[in-house]
């Protein structure tokens, strides 16, 4: 049986700094870039393990990477003026450091990185997308639950969007 209990566990203090910049260096061109880093750690943590007391103080919080990180650039040409046919190019990298997903930080994913693009056809009130997401089929642990079960990240995964705009 899966049960989950939840309930406080103890006292977190977290520190960290973010940052974001956007950039248009060019005409067509605009770049992104977001930075995390964060460093939570439980001061009080006890639990019961096993019919003990088990003292994980130290221990990091779970579902919360170390450092997130994300690059995008992204090329649009307007051969036809800015109300005409663009044609986009993107590409983004994403980078997520290590993180636990169990209080006793048993169960824990390496940092990895994922690379997604997109590319396509816009017009006024209609766009065609092609899109890749995981392009090098990077294997990760999207979700883990503290008895063990894990879910994968989706694998490379690619497909084609529509969208009107009425």
């Known amino acids: 049986d899966a049960i989950t209990i939840i309930r406080n566990a103890g006292k977190l203090t977290t520190k960290g700094i ?28 006890k639990l ?34 800015k109300n005409a046919l663009k044609l986009i190019v993107r590409g983004e990298w994403i ?4 993180q636990y997903f169990d209080l006793a ?6 940092a990895y990185s994922l690379f997604n693009t997109r590319f396509g056809i816009a017009l006024k ?13 990077t294997k990760y642990i999207a979700y883990a639950y503290d008895f063990g079960g894990v879910h994968l990240g989706n694998p490379g995964t690619y497909g ?4 009107l705009r009425f």
Do not use: C
């Not at 260096?25 to 977001?34: A, D, F, K, Q, V």
């Not at 450092?67 to 036809?80: D, E, I, N, W």
């Not at 980078?95 to 290590?98: A, E, Q």
């Open 18 to 45: 973010e940052a974001d910049v956007s950039a248009t260096p060019s005409n067509g061109w605009e770049l992104e870039y977001h930075f995390g880093w964060n460093n939570a750690e439980y001061k009080t943590l």
């Open 48 to 81: 019961s393990q096993n019919g003990q007391e088990a003292d994980l103080a130290g221990n990091k919080q779970i579902f919360t990477p170390d450092v997130t990180s994300m690059f995008a650039a992204q090329y649009t040409y307007q051969p036809g003026g």
């Open 95 to 98: 980078y997520l450091g290590k």
């Open 105 to 110: 930080n048993t169960i824990s994913q390496d």
């Open 125 to 137: 009130n209609a766009e065609l997308m092609f899109w890749a997401r995981n392009i090098g089929n």
């Open 160 to 163: 084609i969007s529509v969208g």
